[in-house]
């Protein structure tokens, strides 16, 4: 398969910290590449690497399929870090600038603003803007020559909960419209929950996973503590042959998807079961990161 991006052994050393450590990423086309890792895991680094703002010390990559890097970055659009605005001048004097980079007509600056929800603010100076609203240019900024991969490092920190919101949306819709992106975060916000796949980076090492096996992982059991063990997986059985269980002595944890127990309870109380606790377990999204994350 041909991977918009694909990192092999990717690895950077500043002194003899090692910031990205033998890293092999796998960003496919349409993907929205969760980066997901506490402050100094690597994230950052990582992003510079793909972008050529930082040298790798060693491994290679390929972007969109080929290892000549040039071509490929040339259909990156980036936000690394905070953006670099003038805060004298408008979303449009602003875009005016980014632009010389990709030279872009005033209708499609315009088109742009409007994309992103600020082509309605005319001369109002980018100084007086909401995070939100900077946020938005910035990554109207990202879109200056059509790119068709975003790599937006943090686009959500130190928003407010509308204006996550806000920046979330914008991704999910660029995203249906074909934009592939990579975007980094931190472990409890609300941009995780978007990702179709997820890289988890800890100390510069990355773990991908994807987000069908993730929620796979998350789910639930349901643990039932009973007098007569025997009496209750026969009573189980019988009113749900679907379910999936596990029995050790008088516990018996449900992991399939019979997810109501209070209906259970119902079950095992008419076959004359003695039910003595009933736990919903339930391994949270949050929990599986922060187990991988480390403290
Ligand atoms: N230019 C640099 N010189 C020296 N060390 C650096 C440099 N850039 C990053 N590092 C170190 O590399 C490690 C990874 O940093 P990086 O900025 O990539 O992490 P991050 O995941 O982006 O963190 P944050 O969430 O704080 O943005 C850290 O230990 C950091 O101190
Ligand atoms: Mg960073």
Redesign the pocket.
Known sequence: MDYVIETRGLTKK??E?I?VNQVFAHVKKGDIYGLI??????????MKLILGLALPNAGEMRLFGNSYLDAGRKKIGSLIEAPALFKNESAFENMKRFSYLAPTSDDEIKRLLDFVGIGNTGNKKVGSFSLGMKQRLGIAIALLGNPELLIL??PINGLDPAGIKEVRDLIVDLNHKGITFMI?S?ILDELGKIATTYGI?ND?VLEEISAEDLRNNCRSALKIVVGDAVKATAAITANFPDAEFTVSDNMIEITSEVKDASVINKALVKADVAVYEIVNEKVEFEDYFIARLGK
Do not use: C, I
């Open positions: 500043y002194g910290k910031a890792g506490k402050n100094g895991a690597g994230k950052t680094t990582l490092d943090e980094s931190h980076v510069g």
